[in-house]
């Protein structure tokens, strides 16, 4: 079987919790992504932040994103995976937890994150297909 790091992109970053959602904003901009995981001073995980999160908690509830801290978009436990778990286990945790993408850590450090995308190239149709549809569920995609 498959380990999530065989699969996972390698050059995720994080933007720290106390960091601006302006910053966050600027940071999903060069990077080219919708999504970043939230980690504290201590390096460890806070949770994740989306564009759509920056959107409809800040700008839509009419609040200044340069005000507002990533943290205070982290809630809940954030869920991630571990860099040498199976894939089979990532695509089960994100259809439990109905989210796209997770976190991967390793040595108690984030060292990639793993998406739909991800696993989409590079697992069987059926399996892919499975997962889009459980994970869309909530998502009403």
Same mark, same amino acid.
């Given at each position: 079987?498959? $380990? %999530?790091?065989?699969?996972?992109?390698?050059?995720?970053? #994080?933007?720290?919790?106390?960091?601006?959602?302006?910053?966050?904003?600027?940071?999903?901009?060069?990077?080219? #992504?919708?999504?970043?995981?939230? #980690?504290?001073?201590?390096?460890?995980?806070?949770?994740?932040?989306?564009?759509?999160?920056?959107?409809?908690? #800040?700008? $839509?509830?009419?609040?200044?994103?340069?005000?507002?801290?990533?943290?205070?978009?982290?809630?809940?436990?954030?869920?991630?995976?571990?860099?040498?778990?199976?894939?089979?286990?990532?695509?089960?945790?994100?259809?439990?937890?109905?989210?796209?993408?997770?976190?991967? +850590?390793?040595?108690?450090?984030? %060292?990639? +994150?793993?998406?739909?995308?991800? +696993?989409?190239?590079?697992?069987?149709?059926?399996?892919?297909?499975?997962?889009?549809?459980? +994970?869309?569920?909530?998502?009403?995609?």
């Amino acid at each position: 079987m498959s $380990a %999530v790091r065989e699969f996972m992109t390698t050059d995720a970053r #994080c933007i720290r919790e106390n960091e601006s959602l302006v910053e966050a904003a600027r940071l999903m901009r060069d990077l080219d #992504c919708g999504a970043l995981p939230i #980690c504290g001073d201590d390096g460890r995980l806070k949770g994740m932040i989306t564009d759509r999160d920056i959107v409809l908690k #800040c700008v $839509a509830a009419g609040r200044n994103p340069g005000d507002m801290m990533a943290r205070d978009l982290a809630s809940g436990t954030p869920h991630w995976i571990d860099a040498d778990a199976n894939v089979d286990a990532a695509i089960d945790m994100m259809e439990q937890h109905q989210v796209r993408r997770l976190p991967v +850590i390793a040595d108690h450090k984030l %060292v990639g +994150i793993i998406s739909q995308g991800d +696993i989409a190239r590079n697992y069987s149709e059926q399996r892919v297909g499975e997962m889009v549809e459980h +994970i869309s569920e909530r998502h009403g995609v």
